[in-house]
């Protein structure tokens, strides 16, 4: 059974860092493409950042770049979103996203997110 489980979200202030932990189980992690959404009240979920399998490879939305750092262990089974000179508009509920394939066919899987507030 597929399951990603966040960590690591909670309150801070403008300026400040957060580190965001993706756990995975049940698939082929080392082999598979990670990615982080976040969805804030009232918008779109947005993708933040992706990052390939070997970890060589990572995009980011232009909204992050420059502040947040996408990265894997592939031995532990994590994947990581190092976030840094928060402000108050990267507050929303940050999701981890894997898409795997089955056979033939391609399945999404969400985590349960984590909530980041950024606030005085």
């Known amino acids: 059974q597929v399951q990603l489980v966040e960590s690591g979200g909670g309150l801070v202030q403008p300026g400040g860092s957060l580190r965001l932990s993706c756990a995975a189980s049940?698939?082929?992690?080392?082999?598979?493409?990670m990615n982080w959404y976040r969805q804030a009240p009232g918008k779109e979920r947005e993708l933040v950042a992706g990052?390939?399998?070997?970890?060589?490879?990572?995009n980011y939305a232009d909204s992050v770049k420059g502040r947040f750092t996408i990265s894997r262990d592939n031995a532990k089974n994590t994947a990581y979103l190092q976030m840094n000179s928060l402000n108050p508009e990267d507050t929303a509920v940050y999701y981890c996203?894997?898409?795997?394939?089955?056979?033939?066919?391609?399945?999404?899987?969400w985590g349960q997110g984590t909530q980041v507030t950024v606030s005085s």
């Open positions: 996203y894997a898409r795997l394939k089955t056979g033939w066919r391609w399945y999404d899987y």
């Open positions: 049940g698939f082929t992690f080392s082999s598979t493409a």
């Open positions: 990052i390939g399998s070997d970890g060589r490879n990572t």
